[in-house]
């Protein structure tokens, strides 16, 4: 079975619920939007690694203020024991301090931590809405040597994230690719988030009459097990990123990271987020 993280939103109460409903094997990535800051997901993320849980925070590089606010996040990600981040641009309109996109925050974060610290970047089988496709290949490839996986935007079908890392492996771009995957939610929100995020094509792929299609929108709910079950045992496919909208409830205690089970919680408020 693929290994499994569930990306959660740091709003107010969640290490609360995190503790009650998500057992310590389970890794946790904490998501960074504009509105809650990077001080809020660093807050959180320390407490949780603290409390024993693996955490890897989202540094979205246009919401830090200077390079001393990355000195003392990567402090902090010391002390508490955080190992690996995620890396994005974020989706601020004027970056709040010198990094306008990711590349120049992975130079920095391997220069302030002698290349320690684990870093993964975005990647988008379906293209991004404001990116031309050729410019976000080549902007992996500089990000490569600097990076240690790629987790995709949010996608609804297997063939299309499976010929995304088949391209990365043609281009040289030979990072393991973690599949961003939505869990089980209600089919309107599912609707609303796609469409905010840009992944419209395989929404429409969900659409088409046919078995598959019928089994992953069956019922009031999307289930995300068809998609994964399509991505088992596929190469390139290093994991499964959840996007949880911190609807942790199903989350069975006795899941632990390596599992699909962790599939199980519904998914993640906060997907639609500028990588």
């Known amino acids: 079975m693929l290994p499994t993280r569930i990306e959660i939103i740091p709003s107010t109460g969640i290490v609360d619920q995190v503790q009650a409903l998500v057992?310590?094997?389970t890794t946790l990535t904490m998501t960074c939007l504009p509105h809650h800051g990077i001080e809020r997901t660093m807050r959180t993320s320390v407490e949780l690694s603290t409390l024993g849980y693996t955490v890897i925070p989202h540094l979205a590089a246009r919401s830090i203020h200077d390079r001393a606010e990355l000195t003392r996040i990567m402090r902090e990600c010391d002390g508490?024991?955080?190992?690996?981040v995620f890396v994005i641009g974020g989706d601020r309109k004027q970056p709040a301090g010198p990094y306008e996109?990711?590349?120049p925050l992975l130079e920095d974060i391997a220069h302030y931590t002698g290349g320690r610290m684990r870093a993964g970047v975005a990647g988008y089988p379906e293209g991004?809405?404001?990116?031309?496709?050729?410019?976000?290949l080549d902007a992996l490839q500089d990000k490569?040597?600097?990076?240690?996986?790629v987790v995709t935007q949010m996608c609804f079908d297997a063939p299309k994230i499976l010929d995304f890392a088949a391209l990365l492996r043609r281009e040289g771009v030979d990072l393991p690719v973690w599949a961003g995957v939505a869990g089980s939610v209600p089919r309107t929100k599912l609707v609303a988030l796609a469409t905010q995020i840009g992944v419209g094509s395989s929404l429409k792929f969900l659409s088409r009459k046919g078995p598959l299609a019928r089994k992953l929108l069956s019922g009031d709910r999307y289930s995300p097990h068809p998609l994964v079950a399509g991505l088992e045992s596929q190469p390139g496919i290093a994991g499964i990123h959840l996007y949880s909208f911190n609807n942790l409830d199903a989350v069975?205690?006795?899941?632990?990271a390596s599992s699909t089970t962790a599939l199980q919680p519904?998914?993640?408020?906060?997907?639609?987020?500028?990588?």
């Open 23 to 25: 057992p310590l094997t």
């Open 80 to 84: 508490a024991g955080i190992r690996e």
């Open 101 to 103: 996109s990711a590349l």
């Open 128 to 136: 991004h809405p404001t990116v031309a496709a050729l410019d976000l």
């Open 144 to 149: 490569q040597d600097l990076a240690t996986h």
């Open 252 to 256: 069975p205690n006795e899941a632990a």
């Open 266 to 275: 519904a998914l993640i408020r906060g997907a639609a987020r500028e990588y």
